[in-house]
């Protein structure tokens, strides 16, 4: 016998309800919600046991996506590794991009030449307003706003999507940084070019903000639904918006100062009450925060080189050692764990993938909310299944 | 932050029986981590977490390494008799380093925003004593990784609410992050029910023809 065999999935007890004299008053419901359903972002499921509409039970269920990356990391060469990086999360590839370069030049002492490090951080500030835009797109769709809000975000971060694929060739699989640098430089004409949709950004928030923040509907559906306490927030090691919506002061660019994020000048914006709401105005205005390190870092780029020139591409064989680097994605800290024994392949190759670990406590969330507040729930975490199942 | 020198020594008095060693790393960027052994890794743990100068709340990240069996062989220098005259030959000598599964905890603070603190458990080998103390009642974040661990590396985690399979589905055997881990060549094959029903038809439907 398979002393490993794993254990068969604890099967929910369906129980009649009954009340206090013993009659019966009808039986919870178990309800598999998705992989296939449009409002869970992908192909995930939710276990669901409902009693009439309100949530009992709930456990999240994936792995659909899974291709073991992390395995598929450890037999191939360091820089191979760059484009499937892309595909974790496949609206961020650029923060995942500097996440893993970052990594690795911790572990081979690279630096990083002055241009490069003014570049990566208007990429990543740029894919972390696209990202935003989209997420509250998906989510007043999550809430039965159809098509229209998701196609106003949209039509924005094609904008982006247009910048990146002038600059790296590909939309959405940048595959745009490497250890030491950025693969080509950016010229005056898309740095005008992007100058104008960074300026035009604001406006367009303006516009969402009218149509959602004070939105009767939005108000009645998000606030004091789904409160994350902030103390469960620390402990289950949710990171990113949802943390800061939970009035924790947490952000990698201010804490770990990686990069350049030393030089700019942006604020963190903390939630209060930790519901769908928070979470909703932090992105809000985490986009703000991003136009004005855009703007800095536009105004500031310096001229020069954009690769470190000790960087090898072929050849590549880092001392061993381990090293575990990381950054403030879009969905959280996106960090990469590796480890070199001497070889062109790292030994072990790991992501700490964000949206995977904030789904935690989806549950706690979600208990004694209504099914339809469970959809709206998912959609403020803001996961993406590529990275959750690897 | 402490240095680790420094924790050792504090938690030689908090927890007396742990038995803590302060691994080195080559690189010289990276942090060097504390190796506790598996039977007071919950103690070191908990005291990392609560001690009032570390209060290393937040679990950041969760991992496991395979470190299968492996001969290292070294060069040493030995003194021999050769011929009545003693020399000194170089000899190689070949040790068997038994494997086992390693667990890496990245610990952070978020209130003192400090960090990391680098914890690691290792198994007794990789077949039969592969259970390790879960830190997940003491912090959450490690519910979803520890279950991942145990899924692709097999480490099984005591005290854990919920260890099941979480990437791989349920009936899936094996753990795919082994380094000696070779994928069934016939991955697609699933067991229907066709092979059973045919065998019942069978006896429904005699094929031979009595004479």
Request: net charge negative; proline share 5%.
């Amino acid at each position: 016998m398979n002393t490993f065999a794993p254990q068969a999935a604890k099967s929910f007890a369906v129980k009649p309800k009954l009340d206090p004299s013993g009659e019966e008053l009808g039986e919870l419901l178990e309800v598999s919600m998705g992989p296939h359903h449009p409002s869970t972002h992908g192909v995930f499921r939710m276990d669901v046991v409902l009693d009439g509409e309100k949530v009992v039970k709930l456990k999240p269920v994936f792995g659909y996506l899974h291709r073991n990356h992390e395995k598929i990391g450890e037999n191939i060469s360091y820089l191979a590794s760059m484009p499937y990086t892309d595909r974790l999360d496949y609206f961020c590839s650029m923060t995942n991009n500097w996440a893993y370069a970052l990594t690795v030049e911790k572990l081979a002492g690279l630096a990083v030449p002055e241009r490069a490090e003014y570049i990566r951080v208007i990429m990543a500030e740029l894919t972390r307003l696209q990202n935003h835009t989209c997420l509250i797109g998906f989510f007043v769709q999550d809430m039965g706003a159809l098509g229209t809000p998701m196609m106003y975000a949209f039509r924005e971060r094609e904008k982006i999507l247009d910048l990146f694929e002038e600059v790296s060739g590909a939309r959405m699989m940048c595959n745009y940084m490497r250890f030491g640098g950025v693969r080509v430089d950016v010229n005056d004409e898309w740095i005008a070019k992007t100058k104008k949709v960074v300026a035009d950004y604001s406006k367009f928030l303006d516009e969402f903000g009218t149509f959602l923040t004070e939105n009767e509907i939005v108000l009645a559906r998000t606030q004091f639904v789904g409160v994350l306490p902030k103390d469960l927030a620390i402990n289950a090691s949710i990171t990113g918006p949802m943390l800061r919506a939970a009035g924790v002061n947490y952000d990698l660019r201010k804490v770990d100062k990686y990069g350049i994020y030393s030089r700019f000048n942006f604020q963190v914006p903390l939630g209060e009450h930790g519901d769908i709401y928070d979470r909703y105005m932090i992105r809000v205005l985490e986009m703000r925060e991003s136009i004005k390190i855009l703007d800095q870092a536009l105004r500031d780029i310096p001229a020069g080189p954009v690769m470190d020139p000790k960087a090898k591409l072929r050849g590549f064989r880092p001392k061993a050692g381990e090293v575990y680097g990381r950054v403030e994605g879009p969905k959280g800290e996106l960090g990469f764990y590796l480890i070199s024994d001497g070889s062109p392949n790292p030994y072990r190759y790991r992501v700490r993938p964000p949206s995977f670990i904030n789904l935690t406590i989806l549950e706690d969330m979600c208990l004694g909310h209504n099914i339809s507040d469970a959809v709206v729930i998912l959609g403020s975490v803001d996961i993406v299944l590529g990275e959750v199942d690897r | 932050m402490e240095t680790l020198e420094q924790i050792q020594t504090r938690l030689a008095a908090a927890v007396p029986s742990a038995k803590v060693e302060i691994l080195a790393n080559d690189c010289a960027a990276g942090e060097r981590s504390l190796l506790v052994d598996a039977a007071n890794g919950f103690a070191v743990a908990k005291f990392l977490r609560d001690d009032a100068q570390l209060l290393l709340d937040y679990c950041s990240n969760v991992t496991g390494i395979d470190w299968p069996d492996k001969e290292i062989t070294e060069k040493i220098k030995v003194k021999q008799t050769v011929d009545g005259v003693e020399k000194e030959v170089e000899e190689v000598k070949k040790t068997l380093r038994p494997g086992y599964l390693e667990v890496v905890y990245h610990l952070y603070s978020m209130t003192l925003k400090h960090g990391p603190i680098v914890l690691r458990l290792r198994t007794g080998n990789r077949a039969d004593q592969t259970h390790l103390p879960s830190l997940t009642p003491l912090w959450r974040g490690a519910e979803f990784q520890e279950r991942e661990v145990y899924d692709l590396y097999g480490v099984l985690f005591d005290g854990h609410p919920d260890l099941r399979r979480i990437l791989m589905w349920d009936e899936f055997e094996g753990f795919p992050m082994r380094r000696d881990y070779l994928a069934p060549d016939d991955f697609e094959y699933e067991p229907t029910p066709h092979d059973e029903v045919l065998e019942a038809a069978k006896k429904h439907y005699p094929t031979e023809v009595k004479a």
